[in-house]
T-cell receptor
Framework: EAGVAQSPRYKIIEKRQSVAFWCNPISGHATLYWYQQILGQGPKLLIQFQNNGVVDDSQLPKDRFSAERLKGVDSTLKIQPAKLEDSAVYLC????????????FGPGTRLLVL | DQQVKQNSPSLSVQEGRISILNCDYTNSMFDYFLWYKKYPAEGPTFLISISSIKDKNEDGRFTVFLNKSAKHLSLHIVPSQPGDSAVYFCAASERTDKLIFGTGTRLQVFP
């Protein structure tokens, strides 16, 4: 079974530029999560999808961050414009359904904003 | 407001000995707890979990203990192996699938 795929793996941009990350969850997984992990901290949930609907985006900075999950499969997370404090690893995770059980994480995209 | 705390940023243990990683939480409504392991340049991988109705869960070399009155859980690894060297995250949830993660503890197992 293929795991959660993310691209790109690394991205360096200058502040005020825009950037997009892509996630392909495990086949059949209805729930998809985007996390932000700042250096020295644990992952923090940004947004959660159930199929193509948003379940929770309470911690998403909506003035600059946006996310979509078209057709309930792949998802993209966009930052526009980026700030220095957006430097972090962006992790995508998926699970079969909304339970407290295991979430499967992708390798992450490491973003550096200069 | 850090609801899940891992106060030890790092731990060094000799191979074959026991590793004990600790986690404290403040929200008494948390009812499910998980440990994830993370290697460099990889995403976290699930290790073991425990429901609040239990006080212990064991899986091979890994055991998680939950002390609800102290709002404390710990992960025991016995015996520790060099391949266990990684960052360990404690996570908790309150009747939903929304996980709150701690800051992680870096475990190094040396020969």
């Amino acid at each position: 079974e293929a795991g959660v795929a993310q691209s790109p793996r690394y991205k360096i941009i200058e502040k005020r530029q825009s950037v997009a990350f892509w996630c392909n969850p495990i086949s059949g997984h209805a729930t998809l999560y985007w996390y932000q992990q700042i250096l020295g901290q644990g992952p923090k949930l940004l947004i959660q999808f159930q199929n193509n609907g948003v379940v929770d985006d309470s911690q998403l900075p909506k003035d600059r961050f946006s996310a979509e999950r078209l057709k309930g499969v792949d998802s993209t997370l966009k930052i526009q414009p980026a700030k220095l404090e957006d430097s972090a690893v962006y992790l995508c995770a998926s699970s079969l359904e909304r339970t407290q059980e295991t979430q499967y994480f992708g390798p992450g995209t490491r973003l550096l904003v200069l | 407001d850090q609801q899940v705390k891992q106060n030890s940023p790092s731990l060094s243990v000799q191979e074959g000995r026991i590793s004990i990683l600790n986690c404290d939480y403040t929200n008494s409504m948390f009812d499910y707890f998980l440990w994830y392991k993370k290697y460099p340049a990889e995403g976290p991988t699930f290790l073991i979990s425990i429901s609040s109705i239990k006080d212990k869960n064991e899986d091979g070399r890994f055991t998680v203990f939950l002390n609800k009155s102290a709002k404390h859980l710990s992960l025991h690894i016995v015996p520790s192996q060099p391949g266990d060297s990684a960052v360990y995250f404690c996570a908790a949830s309150e009747r939903t699938d929304k996980l709150i993660f701690g800051t992680g503890t870096r475990l190094q197992v040396f020969p």
